[in-house]
């Protein structure tokens, strides 16, 4: 192993580093999540069951497929080319 | 202290707890698995050993991501911590805010000869050592709380606790009715509070370089109700005088410092020791005591997480060091499961 990088390639070592940030961002989010349903159920505002339990309306339904749908073109669509990273960014930005 | 670290930061710096943790404790013992069953006759010389873990686990995954990943956490520590650190700045300052005539003092000297060593930084400290006004803080209650005690780093593998470590090589001294007891390198103090609670009894005198480091140790002491009398001095040349002190502890210091600094230290500890004194040090074992594959981990360190000394340190014979400058009824032996720390103890003839 050189001590230029680890990995055989200072690209592939990025992207792992990238790895490392994204799962760090992802367990911030989880944390957060898990300290709002603790405040929540603590303060007598949620049943820690509800939100397991949650058959979502119509209108959430929608809202979280708006939003998972606009994160996978985010994260999968980072191979196209600039310009259509652009016209899709803009797209979800309209919508 | 008990810093109001925000729930971005905290979970940040659990994170990278957590993904040491991972590295260390699943990943390592991968890759030490794997280099026993590729490796049947390790190498005795260190050089060859480097050369052979490294080649036999050149394209071990769990090796290759452990390595990045230690090194990404070793870096990233200070990324995460300082601005945890300034995200609190207010209460740190208050809590570092000790009064003056409170018990002990801490004696401050800008103008102290600071050595080579010291500039290179350890740890990969952003900015060196003193790299930031709240460094105490940013290495004691946020790296060392959040990533280092539940992730475990270099010798102390994951799992281990720092701080009982330092009790068991305070509880090394021979004897407990010391009068004065000294920390060369002292740090933020955690070896001070380890030495207070071994020699209730004893003067504890801590000289230290950093100055943030000694602002924190002196904050510490105060709020931990200790009368430590605290110096800013290189090692080699504490101003302390000649057979003033009982017992030298010497804490995780050598393999920060370079072979002739290490016997330069070793000539001022010896001065300053009372006849019949004694001196303790625990540190890593040296590589001979480690398996191959162990002490290329530690050596890997050189070169990649900010301890420049490291593969000196290891392959030097410290109880001859000790010898020859004069230490008598020298010892060396490992405590805990890998030889770790490793003590070697000495003591000052009583006719010097």
Known sequence: MSGENYLGSDRLDELARMIAEVTSELWVLKDRTLVLEHLLAERGCLDPAAVDELRPSEELVAKLRKEREALVGRVFGAVFDPDTRVKAAVAAVES | MDVPVKQRS????????SLQGYA??????????????????????????????????????????????????????????????????????????????????????????????????FHLTTGGWDGHDLMGVVIHDLGYRYVIMPGGVGAVRTGENLQDQRTQVALEAPRRDYGTVLEAGCGNGRMLTALSDVFPDSKVIGVELSETQLRYARARAVHEGR?????????????????????????????????????????????????????????????????????????????????????????????????????????????????????VRGRKEENL
């Open chain 2, 227 to 343: 009368e430590w009398t605290l110096l800013q001095a290189p090692v080699e040349e504490t101003g302390l005088p000649d057979a003033s002190v009982g017992l030298v502890s010497i804490f995780t210091l050598f393999h920060e410092t370079p072979p002739t600094a290490t016997k330069a230290i070793l000539q001022e500890m010896l001065r300053v020791l009372e006849p019949g004194g004694d001196l303790v040090m625990g540190d890593i074992a040296p590589f001979d005591r480690n398996g191959a594959f162990r002490s290329v981990v530690l050596d890997w360190e050189t070169e990649h997480r900010g301890e420049p000394f490291m593969r000196a340190y290891l392959q030097l014979d410290l109880p001859a060091l000790m010898e020859e400058v004069g230490f008598t009824d020298v010892k060396a032996y490992g405590l805990n499961k890998g030889d770790y720390p490793w003590i």
């Open chain 2, 10 to 17: 905290r979970a940040s710096l659990e994170f990278l707890g």
């Open chain 2, 24 to 121: 260390g404790g699943v990943l390592q013992p991968a890759a030490a698995a794997r280099y026993d069953q590729l490796e049947t006759a390790p190498p005795e010389d260190l050089a060859d050993r480097r050369r052979s873990v490294n080649e036999k686990l050149a394209d071990h995954a769990p090796w290759l991501y452990d390595r990045l990943y230690t090194r990404y956490v070793a870096e990233e520590i200070y990324v995460r911590s300082i601005p945890a650190a300034e995200e609190s700045r207010p209460v740190i300052e208050e809590w570092l805010d000790v009064p003056e005539d409170a018990p002990g003092s801490l004696t401050l000297n800008p103008d102290a000869n600071v050595p080579a060593y010291f500039h290179t930084g």
